[in-house]
């Protein structure tokens, strides 16, 4: 598959563009709304086509873009992209909220082009051991997880900006939403509180409950303002898994770790480095050239959206919230 990449972003450059060199799949074209950037960093990286901007892109001779605008871009450029023909892997959140999602995803069905949403921790190979070993387990009984680094960037930081969708929960805690709907299902209602501390209008921390109508809670935080931490923990009837620290953004050059325990019996499994962004570029493409839905597609991309407004919307409300 012959990629094409709209912007220069870090995480194109430093996780994208390395992932799909370990792969049979090629950059062949990158854009920024600066030509000698753009320049540079093809040269820098061997890519062959560089475009001024993005909608130059969309005309080059690639069959993909990778997506890694700021979140309140996703919409717009995803949209143009499947107006091209292209398919489109695009960075997680998909939208800036969930009707926003669901108008891009409706618009690449139309379109007849293939939507993923680039979660890459689903593509780890500790997460699918993860479904497995619940299948295995008695009943959910309550999990937490959670995404927080220090955002120490200037105050014009995309993160930092409303008009942008910027946000705590838009940038991180995006994944403990997305994980804990992947293994428990999604939430009959939800809680949430938040706090901006840099009075910049978007949320800097955020802590949420998941309810389940079966009794089982969830609790997931998410913040720009402590050191960074990333893990999840499932409790069941007869156990508990527990994923450490990193628990999605794991390095490609890094081993990684699970732990549980059943009826009392505890067990740590190690997985051999893996290049989680590798193995989400050939998930997707192979997704393209079967014709079938990825597991992070439109679909669930809206439901995620769906979760995250319900959280936002019970902290402006101080209610409970059923997405």
């Known amino acids: 598959m012959r990629f094409g990449v709209i912007s220069t972003a870090d995480i194109a450059l430093k996780s994208f563009l390395p992932g799909v060199a370990r792969t049979d799949h090629d950059v062949v074209a990158i854009a920024s709304r600066d030509a000698e950037r753009a320049a540079a960093v093809a040269a820098d990286h061997g890519i062959p086509e560089s475009y001024g901007s993005y909608a130059a892109l969309l005309d080059a001779d690639i069959e993909a873009v990778y997506n890694p605008l700021p979140n309140g871009l996703h919409a717009e ?19 800036s909220d969930a009707a926003e999602a669901r108008a891009v995803a409706d618009h690449c069905a139309d379109a007849g082009v293939t939507l993923m949403e680039a979660f890459m921790y689903r593509y780890h190979p500790r997460t699918e051991r993860v479904r497995d070993l619940l299948a295995e387990m ?52 939800v809680t949430a509180s938040t706090y901006d501390s840099r009075d910049c209008g978007v949320d800097t921390r955020l802590v949420g409950t998941f309810e389940y109508d079966d ?32 628990a999605f953004n794991v390095p490609r050059d890094a081993p990684a770790e699970l732990r549980y325990a059943v009826d009392g019996r505890e067990v740590t499994e190690s997985f051999d480095p893996v290049d989680q962004y590798a193995r989400e570029v050939e998930h997707f493409a192979d997704r393209v050239a079967a ?3 990825p597991a ?3 679909e669930s991309a809206v439901a995620n959206m769906r979760v995250i407004d319900a959280l936002y919307e019970a902290a402006a409300t101080g209610e409970r919230v059923r997405p």
């Open 77 to 95: 450029w995803t949209t143009r992209a499947a107006d091209a023909g292209l398919d489109v892997l695009c960075e997680k959140p998909l939208a």
């Open 138 to 189: 008695g009943d959910v009984v309550s999990a937490e997880a959670t995404f927080g680094f220090p955002l120490y960037g200037a105050p014009e930081d995309v993160r930092l900006d409303p008009d942008l969708a910027g946000g705590s929960l838009m940038d991180v805690g995006c994944y403990p939403v997305h994980a804990l709907r992947t293994y428990l299902g999604e939430p009959d209602a």
């Open 215 to 246: 009794g089982v809670r969830a609790t997931l935080r998410s913040w720009f303002d402590a050191p960074e931490r990333q893990q999840y923990r499932i409790e069941t009837t007869d156990g508990w898994i527990e994923v450490p620290d990193p």
């Open 291 to 293: 014709g079938e839905t």
């Open 296 to 298: 992070t597609g439109g």
